[in-house]
């Protein structure tokens, strides 16, 4: 294979043609079709006899050109019985019609070769993310690809394993089990395929191709034969000069982020005496917290809140663990070279105005990582919030306090990486019964991002949830990375949700995954949950923070209401997801019957009726949870009108929470006094949602993350 890309680069190509492609693939371990080039009609009528015996009954014809992909667009592709005057003439006419549709193109001939009856076509693809590097793409093959937008997607290279369980994650994965009389089709067969087109993605960073590496590679069709072939049958092979990286580039790094949470003694660069402004809100923070020594610089002042102030960061003599700077954006360059002057540990960089807003910005950007590498200082930002840390009430946020107070609760074990401040304060409000550990709003990652930062709190024995929210990623590959390591379970929100990347590629798979559907992509690859919204990021945090210990056996659940529209809604809301609506024991319809005078058929939901009491919702609903074909329980108590008591259901709710150690969310139905319901039952850790369909899609993904 190299040396086939050094023939080719030498003469001045960076693609391969399809006749060099089946060369590639041969040597890569592929089955490929017995082919041929036709350079001319006077070759062709020379090789006529010998094509009747060596080719079956009907054959194919290609145009043969590296200026043109997609053949079937331009009339370019034949189907003819093997006949001479069949061939002839279809070789006349591909030639004809590619000549007219792209005159400047170069037409080496036509390639011929065996026609094969098929079962199913595929799409195989290889392409080099800007962002994640190397993803391997399987979907729905042939003239279609683009119609059905039937694709998965996979960091590579990747395992047998996993390409089996992208071909079955295919909405059209039904057919490989046979369709009306074809074949079942032998997946591990066809991922054994797929995996050495994986093979050719970089690994730690080097490519498997020496000095080329693969920058698009696309297979479509990729196909599976009535007799069990699999084999490449059209493909794009772009590559270029490798680009190795180092694995330091590739791996997260934690160095010295401890600082960022647990510093002795921290400098507050621009700090003023008003808290209405960010320097002197954050200093006020800082004080008020007593977790650290702090040091006041401005050069303009002598003292600030009792502080001795310092008229530049080089005056502080005792060792710095941290460096705040909420200076202006012309400033903050100098600043940073004084904090690596005086060996500051680590610094975070409030202001914006740098990489977002253009070339100038990224060149400061660079210059300030340049500075804080040469002294081993590593830097938070810029355009960020910095860090609120719970276990020392330690916090950088520069809102007014009513903005930014995280209420402080028995459990805070939830952690949020936030490259944006204000999603970070949003969400504070959405998830407010949430007992929060951590908040670091890191912005634009120059230095420290949120693959260091997911390595640093996968070890932080009180973080059990990590939240994140990431509009772009600057080293996809180290993402990928950190996530393969995290052993918490992590869900993720993205911002940005485009298509503008599509267009730098020419093959299908360009069109049909955009950024955003790359990036999702590489989440669910990873066993990361993605949140659709800022609603459901919230309401997966409460799940995940809540039902921490709470291991489901497996994804069958119940749904018990006493108002019947609610509980079907909630059983509708399971289609699609991981869970299944639970057949009960025949002992428990029987106790539930019992229980409500066999006043109505029991089944799942369980819809017990209006006239259902306080004592007879909970008692139906423990036999629920004792039954052994339940796995987790769906709580929708109508609270009005009576006989329900909302307050004393809801107690009885935390008393079966705690008796109970299986998955449960509630649902109550609105009442006058509902927000104070919904925090006591939150104040006890039991997950609450006001709809039921937002309770299900909780449990899902709680579930779904637990039953992998």
Not at 394 to 408: G, N, V, W, Y
Request: aromatic fraction near 6%; charge should be neutral; proline fraction near 5%.
């Amino acid at each position: 294979m190299k040396t086939l890309l050094e023939k080719v680069f030498a003469e001045g190509r960076n693609f391969l043609s399809e006749l060099e492609s089946y060369q590639f693939f041969k040597t890569l371990g592929l089955d490929i079709p017995h082919h041929e080039l036709i350079p001319d009609s006077v070759w062709l009528r020379g090789r006529l006899s010998a094509i009747a015996k060596e080719y079956p009954s009907r054959v194919v014809l290609k145009v043969a050109s590296p200026d043109i992909y997609h053949k079937t667009e331009i009339g370019g592709i034949a189907i003819v019985e093997n006949k001479a005057d069949a061939i002839s003439g279809a070789f006349d006419a591909i030639t004809t019609r590619a000549r007219a549709a792209a005159p400047k193109a170069r037409i080496d001939g036509v390639l011929l070769m065996e026609y094969l009856e098929i079962e199913h076509e595929l799409l195989v693809s290889l392409l080099d993310d800007p962002t994640f590097g190397h993803v391997l793409s399987v979907g729905k093959g042939g003239t279609l690809t683009e119609i059905f937008k039937d694709i998965v997607m996979h960091p590579a290279p990747a395992t047998n394993d996993a390409i089996e369980e992208m071909l079955k994650s295919l909405k059209t994965s039904p057919l490989f089990k046979g369709y009306r009389g074809a074949k079942a089709v032998d997946l591990p067969k066809v991922a054994d395929a797929v995996s050495k087109i994986a093979t050719l993605a970089r690994k730690d960073g080097r490519s498997p191709l020496g000095r080329f590496e693969i920058a698009e590679l696309e297979i479509n069709p990729f196909v599976v034969t009535n007799t069990g072939r699999v084999l490449p049958i059209d493909a794009i092979l772009k590559f270029r000069e490798a680009r190795d990286l180092p694995l330091m580039y590739l791996s997260p790094n934690a160095t010295s982020i401890e600082q960022l949470f647990h510093p002795k003694t921290i400098a507050v660069v621009g700090a003023s005496e008003t808290i209405d402004k960010m320097g002197g809100s954050i200093l006020k923070s800082l004080i008020d917290s007593r977790a650290a020594k702090v040091y006041p610089v401005n050069p303009k002042r002598d003292e600030l809140m009792g502080l001795k102030c310092h008229h530049s960061v080089c005056s502080i003599t005792e060792p710095l663990d941290l460096a705040v700077l909420a200076v202006p954006a012309n400033l903050t360059l100098s600043v940073v070279k004084e904090c690596a002057k005086m060996k500051a540990k680590t610094a975070i960089i409030i202001s914006g105005g740098f990489g977002e807003m253009g070339e100038e910005g990224k060149n400061v950007e660079a210059q300030m990582l340049e500075a804080a590498r040469s002294a081993g200082m590593r830097l938070i930002g810029p355009n960020c919030m910095g860090v609120y840390f719970e276990p020392t009430k330690f916090s950088t946020f520069f809102l007014a306090p009513e903005k930014t107070e995280i209420p402080r609760r028995d459990v805070n074990n939830f952690t949020v990486l936030s490259q944006s401040g204000a999603i970070s304060v949003q969400l504070v409000e959405l998830a407010r019964n949430v007992g929060i550990r951590a908040i670091v709003s890191y912005g634009n990652m120059i230095d420290i991002s949120v693959s260091d930062l997911m390595a640093y709190f996968n070890e932080d024995e009180g973080t059990d949830v990590i939240g994140l929210y990431i509009e772009g990623l600057v080293n996809g590959q180290k993402f990928v990375n950190a996530a393969r390591h995290m052993t918490k379970p992590v869900f993720v929100l993205k911002g940005g949700k485009s298509h503008a990347g599509s267009a730098a590629t020419v093959s299908h798979t360009g069109a049909i995954a955009g950024d955003y559907d790359i990036a999702s992509a590489m989440f669910r690859a990873v066993g990361f949950i993605e949140a659709k919204t800022l609603e459901e990021f919230a309401d997966f945090a409460k799940a995940f923070a809540f039902l921490k210990g709470r291991v489901p056996a497996g994804r069958r659940v119940g749904v018990i209401s006493n108002a019947g529209g609610l509980g079907v809604l909630a059983a509708d809301a399971t289609e699609g997801t991981c869970l299944e609506m639970a057949k009960y024991n025949p002992a428990t319809t029987k106790a539930i019957a019992t229980e409500t005078g066999n006043y109505m058929q029991v089944g799942n939901p369980t819809d017990l009726g209006p006239g259902v009491t306080d004592d007879g919702f909970i008692k139906a609903a423990a036999h629920i949870l004792e039954d052994d074909n339940v796995d987790a329980l769906v709580l929708i108590p109508g609270v009005q009108p009576r006989p329900m008591n909302p307050a004393a259901v809801v107690d009885e709710i935390i008393k079966l929470y705690d008796r109970y150690k299986k998955p449960m969310v509630v649902s109550i139905t609105p009442t006058e006094n509902r927000r104070e319901l919904f925090d006591r039952l939150e104040s006890a850790r039991v997950a609450h949602y006001d709809t039921p369909e937002r309770a299900v899609a909780a449990l899902a993904a709680y579930i779904g993350y637990h039953t992998r």
